[in-house]
């Protein structure tokens, strides 16, 4: 009995061993259940959290002015060839989509691309344009032949503001992308992509057999969705956990998404290109980042280009491989071919055609960098710098691209004979509008596409002669003592300080006896300028700069007079505006309007001017600067330009040559030009030899327009003696006609005029 019973308990407790073995097995199993279910709960979070609402951070972009046509406009038909070619159009026989254009010598047809613009989207259009040699003369609806008023064509884009890892796309929606371009990506990456689950064993197996037949890779295994979800969510470190967790992630995506909205989001997601410290993201921008034009416009070919560098985009970089770029292409498009996505006809066309790549000429961020930069400056006054990198904003801007290209070509031109002995030349400038106070060119440098030190906004240098008709607008409104005839004296002077004596001298070193006050300023004479400013004294020179808008630090001293102040081009522009605008505070302004996402408005920058000159000097200075141009220091423009236009502005130059200035206006747009080393070493220019000489280049190309401002009431005509200074009559052989104001301090009669001194000019004549 006793051994009976020692079995009988061995056999129990080894099922009791057996039992209790078991059961953390359960447990364990349970708790890994439970982890994984929590582990796949989580990540089904995040997929919700980061694939709903706003899925991207969409940069704001930035575009100039539209281009609008009408009968009349000052354009000539190279100047309109060169903005259609920015903008991507593509030159046929006869246009039949948006974005083509046929060109027979001066007369232009094409098809407007839809655009929505901050007054509301406008749609495409069908124009005839005729040009003469240097203006739109007619203006047609080429289906029809009626007349039109105005079209404009969209803006370009020339550039954005990216976030912090540099990722730039242009969200496109489904519907808006090509279906041979979603059929050709399908066929290729994900045949079965609208009937797996996320995960398909059977397209794995298919790619392995289809790239063992052709030798190489054509095909991938991954499925559309396991690519998005390795994009969007994950990092690019491979690795078994990496692979488990694209799977389980696609696998979710798909049970809480449509198949069309993971399409969709693939298209905008996927990496292209890379440009600069730029990504380039999806085939909106991939579209036109190498073809200069919209997906709705692109050809089979370059479809099956965007398509093939999908599988590698810098492997299959066109630009840097174009050979290793066209096979796969060639590649794609035999799959397209066997696919019945295309025609054998178009298939051999297609192999046959080139890859197609449009370098952008101008148009993006590379060309326009200085004044992207003003614009930057602007939004980051008024927008938290989340909101412009991620909320998709629509920048509409005032940018000129033909008085940009303008500005850069005459720059370069000046600059580049100089670079052998002054490698270090540089220069920068800004066009404006003199009415409205638009940037419509801003060059930080002599390279057009540099995006460094921006000098147009941030080098301050001696201004020189440049600071004169402020002193002069000084003593012209006070008309009880002065006037542009009154006699100043350009004799030695010397001018005792605390630290020393003070003896100015003209930039010809020679003294010029009595001067009429409308000449010192024309010719710039320095001695003459010093005296005045000491009878205004320095206080009030400095009070009338602020009134003008200078700012900056001040030189309290009368070297002041003679520009002994650092200014950037910038400042400089703000000061003369106050004088070609007639005498209006126009604060400058860079931005027109500002658009949501949804294309709704955000903000407008309506025109605020107030009038800080009062209209009769305003005019007196207008007419004293355009004497500069007619007999004074920039009197050779009279040999580019007619003398007719009246146009007006300041030579500027610094002690031993280092800097060259001008500040010119016609009737509609000043400009603003500084030539010299950064180094501030002399460079032997003055401001006529250089300055204004990429001044005058700018405004051959663009066309000067007449500046004949009216005289104001109160402002009365007499010829003066040259000789004396005094009223003229008949009787006088070299005389000049000048505005004076009605009531306000006369010279006296010439001794030409034999005592008499009348007003002389006919009334039509003034």
């Known amino acids: 009995m006793p051994p009976k019973k020692r079995k009988s308990r061995r056999r129990g407790g080894k099922r ?14 349970l708790l890994a259940l439970v982890l994984a279910g929590g582990y796949i709960g989580w990540l089904d979070f995040q997929v919700y959290r980061q694939f709903e609402g706003k899925r991207w951070s969409l940069p704001a972009r930035v575009y100039a002015r539209p281009l609008e046509l009408y009968a009349g406009l000052a354009l000539r038909p190279g100047q309109f060839a060169n903005e259609l070619r920015a903008l991507g159009y593509r030159t046929v026989s006869r246009p039949r989509r948006p974005g083509e254009v046929a060109r027979d010598g001066n ?10 613009f901050w007054d509301g989207r406008e749609p495409s259009q069908t124009l ?16 029809n032949g009626a007349r039109l008023a105005l079209a404009r064509l969209e803006p370009l884009e020339i550039g954005s503001v990216h976030t912090a890892r540099q990722e730039d796309r242009i969200l496109v929606q489904l519907g808006e992308v090509p279906t041979l371009l979603t059929e050709a990506l399908i066929a290729v990456e994900d045949r079965r992509f609208y009937q797996h689950h ?10 392995f057999l289809v790239n063992v037949r052709s030798g190489e890779v054509v095909q991938g295994g991954s499925t559309l969705t396991q690519q998005l979800v390795k994009n969007f969510f994950l990092t690019s470190r491979r690795s078994l956990w990496r692979k488990v967790n694209e799977a389980l992630m696609a696998l979710l995506l798909e049970r809480r998404y449509s198949k069309d909205e993971i399409l969709e989001a693939y298209l905008n997601e996927i990496y292209l290109a890379q440009d600069g410290q730029r990504a380039i993201h999806g085939f909106g921008l991939g579209s036109r980042f190498f073809f200069q034009r919209p997906l709705d416009e692109l050809s089979i070919e370059q479809i099956a280009l965007l398509v093939g560098m999908v599988k590698g985009p810098s492997y299959y970089d066109p630009r840097r491989h174009p050979q290793r770029a066209k096979k796969r292409r060639d590649l794609v498009l035999r799959v397209m071919y066997e696919q019945g996505l295309i025609s054998q006809a178009e298939y051999q066309k297609a192999r046959n055609a080139p890859l197609g790549l449009v370098r952008a000429v101008a148009g993006t961020s590379k060309q326009f960098p200085a004044f992207l930069d003003l614009v930057r400056r602007q939004l980051r006054r008024e927008y938290r710098e989340q ?6 904003l629509k920048i509409f801007t005032t940018l000129d691209p033909q008085v940009q290209w303008a500005l850069q070509k005459s720059l370069d031109r000046r600059i580049a004979p100089l670079l052998g002995t002054h490698p270090d030349m540089q220069g920068a400038g800004l066009v404006t509008h003199s009415a409205n106070g638009e940037v419509l060119a801003l060059a930080g440098g002599r390279r057009a596409g540099f995006a460094g030190f921006n000098r147009a906004l941030d080098a301050r240098r001696h201004v020189g002669s440049l600071i004169k008709p402020a002193v002069y607008l000084g003593a012209l409104e006070q008309p009880a003592r002065y006037s542009l005839a009154t006699l100043l004296d350009d004799g030695p002077l010397e001018y005792a300080q605390n630290d020393g004596v003070w003896r100015p001298n003209n930039y010809d070193h020679r003294f010029h006896d009595q001067v009429m006050l409308y000449q010192a300023l024309a010719h710039s004479y320095n001695v003459a300028t010093a005296r005045l400013g000491l009878d ?3 206080d009030r020179v400095i009070a009338t700069l602020r009134r003008l808008s200078v700012d900056r630090p001040l030189n309290p001293y009368p070297s002041l007079f003679l520009g002994a102040t650092d200014l950037s081009p910038l400042d400089v522009t703000r000061l003369y505006l106050n004088f070609a605008s007639g005498g209006f505070h126009v604060p400058l302004r860079a ?7 949804e294309g709704e408005p955000l903000q407008r920058y309506d025109l605020e001017v107030k009038r800080v000159i009062d209209p009769r000097p305003a005019y007196l200075i207008n007419r004293a600067l355009q004497a500069v141009v007619e007999e004074g220091t920039a009197r050779a423009l009279n040999r580019r330009f007619a003398s007719s236009l009246g146009l007006a502005g300041k030579t500027g130059t610094t002690n031993d040559l280092r800097d060259s200035w001008f500040a010119g206006y016609d009737g509609a747009q000043l400009a603003v030009v500084w030539m010299g080393r950064d180094d501030n070493q002399p460079m032997g220019l003055t401001g006529a030899s ?11 190309q663009t066309g000067a327009v007449p500046n004949a401002p009216a005289a104001p009431e109160g402002i009365v005509w007499h010829g003066v003696d040259r000789v004396s200074g005094g009223l003229a009559d008949r009787g006088c052989p070299d005389t000049v006609q000048l505005p004076f104001v009605e009531n306000g301090v006369l010279p006296p009669p010439a001794p030409c005029a034999g005592g008499r001194a009348p007003q002389w000019i006919p009334e039509w004549l003034q």
Do not use: Y
């Not at 009791?16 to 199993?29: E, H, Q, S, V, Y």
């Not at 005839?128 to 289906?143: H, I, K, M, N, P």
């Not at 064993?201 to 298919?206: E, K, S, T």
């Not at 931005?591 to 996402?597: E, F, G, H, T, V």
């Open 387 to 392: 909101d412009l990198v991620s909320e998709g």
């Open 198 to 207: 996320g995960v398909s064993p059977r397209a794995i197996a298919r790619a």
């Open 591 to 597: 931005i027109r309007s500002i658009l949501n996402a």
């Open 690 to 700: 250089g300055a204004m000489q990429v001044w005058a280049d700018l405004f051959a």
């Open 128 to 143: 005839r344009v005729s040009f003469s040699a240097s203006r739109v003369t007619r203006l047609q609806d080429d289906r």
């Open 16 to 29: 009791g061993k057996n039992r209790a073995f078991r059961l953390p097995w359960l447990k364990i199993l």
């Open 536 to 538: 205004l004294g320095v």
């Open 107 to 116: 007369r232009f047809q094409l098809i407007t691309r839809p655009f929505t």
